[in-house]
């Protein structure tokens, strides 16, 4: 039929129905590094194409990410919360933060919230502790509460300020 086939550029395909010099473009989310192929690659998780006809995929930013394939974009992580560049998800609340606004049918979907001074969290604590009794945190976001000094001692629970620390009684 005098019909010659074409190689496809990186960045294209040609799918077996397609005519033999017909080749089409990968769409965005997708790549192609190679010649001649009949399908595009979905960029993994972790990394996005927001391009049509592109041979590699890009990858997600610090604090940014994708956890599906095929992805155009990469998704910004909640308030407080982190990721490396290239991730599929973000990290759970740090150490000084606790997790708020999770709702049952999207349990990874949350922000990460400072505890307020004179309380501390642990990362992944449910919670922010009040600092016990002989100890304070002046600080937001920390996770652990500074004791009295020698000699100093306070009653308060959740104190903020070594103010509250007062002379023992002999």
């Known amino acids: 039929s005098g019909d010659t086939c074409v190689e496809c550029a990186a960045g ?8 033999p010099d017909a080749c089409k473009a990968c769409e965005k ?4 590094s190679e010649e001649g192929k009949a399908s595009c690659l979905d960029c993994v ?9 592109q041979s590699e995929c890009k990858i997600c930013p610090k604090n940014w990410f994708t956890h599906n394939s095929a992805r155009a974009s990469c998704t910004a ?7 490396p560049k ?8 740090e150490t000084g933060r606790v997790r708020v606004n999770s709702t049952t049918d999207r349990p990874d979907d949350y922000t990460c919230q400072e505890c307020q001074k004179g309380q501390v969290a642990q990362a ?6 009040q600092c016990k009794s002989g100890m304070y945190q002046p600080n937001r976001g920390k996770g652990t509460c500074r004791s009295c000094k020698a000699g100093r001692w306070s009653n308060e629970t959740g104190a ?8 023992s009684e002999p």
Request: proline share 8%; charged share 20%.
């Open 12 to 19: 294209m395909f040609r799918g077996s129905d397609d005519a």
């Open 29 to 32: 989310g997708k790549y192609q």
């Open 45 to 53: 998780p972790g990394k996005y194409q927001n391009e049509a006809q």
């Open 77 to 83: 992580c909640p308030l407080g919360r982190s990721a």
């Open 86 to 93: 290239q991730s599929a998800s973000c990290h759970p609340c």
């Open 124 to 129: 992944g604590d449910p919670e922010c502790s």
């Open 160 to 167: 903020f300020s070594n103010t509250t620390c007062r002379a």
